[in-house]
């Protein structure tokens, strides 16, 4: 019983840097595993970064590993997406979700936020 509410996004120029935060509600967050996926147009929804329960431990998509950073704060209830050398192929919907297991795998995903728009311009 986890309510998200992506915010952030926004136009940047290609090279540029967009930090993404995922607010969270009504449930036990430091015990959640959480991650983003994106969606960009005409595209099927991807996988971006995923961070485990303890915020430790991350992984990420081939094509933004070097360029994003995962994080969440527990105190703040506040899941980050740090997006740097941003490219026109970044260009997205980018949502935000939970697991209550705790695995950075997201074997069950229990909430999905509204998503935020990312444009990259060339």
């Known amino acids: 019983q986890v309510q998200l509410v992506e915010s952030g996004g926004g136009l940047v120029q290609a090279g540029g840097s967009l930090r993404l935060s995922c607010a969270a509600s009504?449930?036990?967050?430091?015990?959640?595993?959480m991650g983003w996926f994106r969606q960009g147009p005409g595209k099927e929804r991807e996988f971006v970064a995923a961070i485990d329960w303890s915020g430790r431990f991350t992984r990420f998509a081939d094509s933004v590993k070097g360029r994003f950073t995962i994080s969440k704060d527990n105190a703040k209830k506040t899941l980050y997406l740090q997006m740097n050398s941003l490219k026109p192929e970044d260009t997205a919907v980018y949502s935000c979700v939970v697991d209550s297991t705790g695995n950075y795998y997201l074997p069950e995903i229990t909430t999905w936020g509204q998503g935020t728009q990312v444009t990259v311009a060339s």
């Open positions: 009504g449930g036990t967050f430091s015990s959640l595993a």
